[in-house]
């Protein structure tokens, strides 16, 4: 079916799974907050989906980029090396959640305008 194949149905169900891995490493940082040594987690994929945008790509291009999960190595707040701001992971949470929000609803959206295409409406 070519209408499950196409860019904007294949970027919107990537972003999803992005949001989804990124709630995942975000929960964790939280779980970790008073883990002697902890390092906190990034996820990372907008930096290169906006640099696979910037050129000529296929469909198959944008299937298999994937994000990356980055250890922040660079900072500590606190003696015990423990480098997770909690207060920063949560805005970092409530920000995911309506990313994810969004992005279900467009899919949801383009998948009535098909539904309806097959309709005939």
Known sequence: MGWINDSTYILLKKMLDVCTLRHRVIANNIANVDTPGFKSRRVVFEEK???LL???FNKKELQEIN????VDY????REDLNNVDIEKEMV????NTLRYSLYAQL?????ERIKAA???R
Not at 67 to 70: A, R, V
Not at 92 to 95: F, K
Request: net charge positive.
């Open 67 to 70: 994000p990356d999960i980055y």
């Open 54 to 56: 910037k050129e000529e």
């Open 107 to 111: 899919l949801s959206e383009k998948l």
């Open 49 to 51: 989906l906006k640099g």
């Open 118 to 120: 097959i309709k005939g």
């Open 92 to 95: 970092r949470l409530s920000v």
């Open 74 to 77: 660079t900072r500590s707040l």
